[in-house]
């Protein structure tokens, strides 16, 4: 499945999918990183952002260890191309690092000199994955409430719902209007995948009124996962036919039939101007 981008002379703008969970542990970053691995590999042009203040998850995964990150663009050292590491498939890898948190103090002339920088990457990218840190800390909801769209990810076991309830519930009460895909990771089978979503899907209909909540799939446990960990391997690369990796396809195929069908994306420069106002609030 190759992409098809536009060649009309419209302006194509990069969709950004923020990856959220409730709690640490239950595979976020693993996620984001082998998602974003298989849709290069379905033709799109992928950027993913490692917006987690406390742990550059993603660098570790992959064995790397970036010189330069998000700060060293804020303060005008180094521009976007700079610091951006070329990950497997040809998807791209923005290191935030403490450039995350210097988002909350620019002044307006530093802002549109960031927004500048960044615009060159909205003609070389059709997706911006941003992978938070945990929880429901206000850089988080500011990366989060930001997003054309959600993917909250949880496993089975009930604090990890409860917590991934507690996100939900969060948006909510900050008025995110889009619709929030939920991923049930580390499921034994594809029953205990469902079951556990639909839990949470009915207490959120009970008790979130206007919440858009989009049971999206589910990846299942999968010894394959630790195993490339330990290699610092992708496991979409390192087991490509494992039941993770599976599941994994199945929904980045079905991300990219929805950026056909439906194409609602602001871009970078619209994601991050909010970033900075929410930051700012």
Not at 103 to 109: F, G, H, P
Not at 180 to 201: H, P, Q, R, S
Request: charged share 25%.
């Amino acid at each position: 499945m190759k992409a098809e981008h536009d060649l009309s002379g419209n302006e194509k703008f990069t969709k950004v999918i923020t990856v959220a969970s409730g709690k640490g542990g239950v595979g976020k970053t693993n996620f984001t990183l082998n998602l974003g691995l298989a849709l290069a590999e379905f033709g799109q042009r992928v950027l993913i952002l490692d917006a987690d203040l406390g742990l550059a998850n993603i660098d570790v995964i992959l064995g790397v260890s970036p010189k330069f990150n998000l700060y060293h663009v804020i303060n005008g050292e180094k521009d976007i191309a700079d610091i951006i590491l070329e990950g497997p498939n040809g998807i791209k890898i923005i290191p935030g690092g403490s450039g995350i948190s210097e988002l909350a103090d620019l002044k307006e002339w530093e802002l549109e000199r960031f927004l500048l920088k960044l615009s060159s990457l909205e003609k070389e990218s059709d997706y911006l994955l941003i992978d938070t840190g945990a929880g429901i800390s206000k850089s988080v909801l500011n990366f989060t409430l930001a997003a054309d769209e959600i993917i909250v990810i949880t496993t089975p076991e009930p604090t990890s719902l409860t917590d991934a309830y507690g996100l939900i519930k969060t948006l909510n009460k900050h008025k995110y209007i889009g619709v929030i895909k939920l991923v049930i990771n580390k499921a034994i089978d594809y029953e205990e995948g469902e079951i556990a979503a639909n839990k949470l899907k009915i207490v959120v209909s009970r008790f979130l009124k206007n919440c858009k909540l989009e049971i999206f799939g589910f990846i299942l446990d999968d010894k394959a996962v630790p195993l490339a960990v330990k290699k610092q391997q992708p496991f979409l690369l390192d087991s490509p036919t494992s039941k993770a990796a599976d599941g994994i396809y199945s929904l980045a195929s079905k991300m990219c039939n929805q950026l056909y069908e439906t194409n609602q994306a602001n871009g970078l420069k619209d994601y991050f101007y909010k970033i900075v106002s929410f930051f700012k609030t």
